[in-house]
């Protein structure tokens, strides 16, 4: 599956953004580690692109890249060895 352009960003996006780091610092609760992603999601929807789909689930956008990548080294033989 394709990512979007907004979800390509979002991954790409550099998470030392001031914007971020303010919005983070003050959360109260702190969130866990958990729910770290769900507030990344909601500030980078509110701040950077709306466009971004609030169901995107980058973990599993990156397990599906790492499958595909690792697909096609073996087809082509570039594999580790």
Do not use: C
């Amino acid at each position: 599956m394709a990512l979007t352009e907004a979800e390509e960003a979002f991954l790409k996006f550099d998470w030392t953004h001031e914007g971020w780091q303010k919005y983070f610092n003050e959360l109260y609760p702190q969130p866990n580690h958990a729910q770290v992603l769900k507030f990344k999601k909601k500030w980078y929807r509110a701040n950077i692109d709306s466009s971004l789909d609030a169901n995107f689930d980058p973990l599993e956008a990156e397990r599906a890249r790492r499958e595909a990548s690792e697909s096609k080294s073996q087809k082509t033989g570039d594999g580790p060895g």
